[in-house]
């Protein structure tokens, strides 16, 4: 267990302490009924602390792990520790008026991810937005939204994209179907500018761009976008994240998220090479 990699973000911490608290209760025997009924809290509560998805009290960690017999200090403290630093708030927190929920959720895992591998349909994927690009997209998800918000949703957005610059950034690869090169978001410039910052982006060692052109038919993909996310820490699993409407599917399960990887080995395998994508994208800026 570790509390001090450069990359893990308290959404982690919080998966590394579920994990840990989940097999010191299945150790000793305990049901997590009668976890629940030690702090004064319910089955469900334990079984979304063991998923890291929730917050957790400390004083409800030393409960548990007083029932499940870690008496040793060292032990006691290093996940003390852990439950501490899983409650650090991120600086996504402070964008809660426009940022749901379930999508914290995902920005946690993005921010600690020493993988990030994700198709696109539809957008050019947030991670490598422009600005232009971005502020036609959030309009057209929320054409009610004052300005404020817009420049906000926005403004988070740019903010998620620093991770791609640091020294611990994750890999980050990126399929996109050329549909979602071909939709025009807010008008010829903005595309202009979106495809100089693809090719711009596509040449940094972190990022492996690839593009699966209309002449190549049908793919792997069918059934639409998906993010998977894969982590330093060997105990926190990969995640398959599922954008919806209202929400998202956060999947883990290994024999679920296997098949997805397969299907993103087959997506880079059938989408045009990093280099045959620039040619593709210089086309396509020459064309605006």
Known sequence: MTTEHPGSGSMVRRILLGSQLRRLR???GVTREEAGYSIRASESKISRMELG???FKERDVADLLTLYGVTEPGERDALLGLAREANVTGWWHSYGDVLPAWFQTYVGLEEAAREVDTFEVQFVHGLLQTEGYARAVVRLGQPTAADAEVDRRVD???RRQK??????SPQFCVVLD????????GGPEVMREQFRRLLEDSERPNVDLRVIPFEFGGHAAETGAFTLLRFPEPDVPDVV?????TGALYLDKRDEVAQYAKVMDRLRTEALPPEKTRDLLRAMLEQC
């Open 26 to 28: 299945e150790s000793r």
């Open 53 to 55: 998805r929730v917050s």
């Open 156 to 158: 988070l957005r740019m």
């Open 163 to 168: 991770i791609l610059l640091g020294d611990a």
């Open 178 to 185: 050329e549909s979602a090169l071909r939709r025009p978001f």
């Open 241 to 245: 994240y599922l954008e919806q409407l």
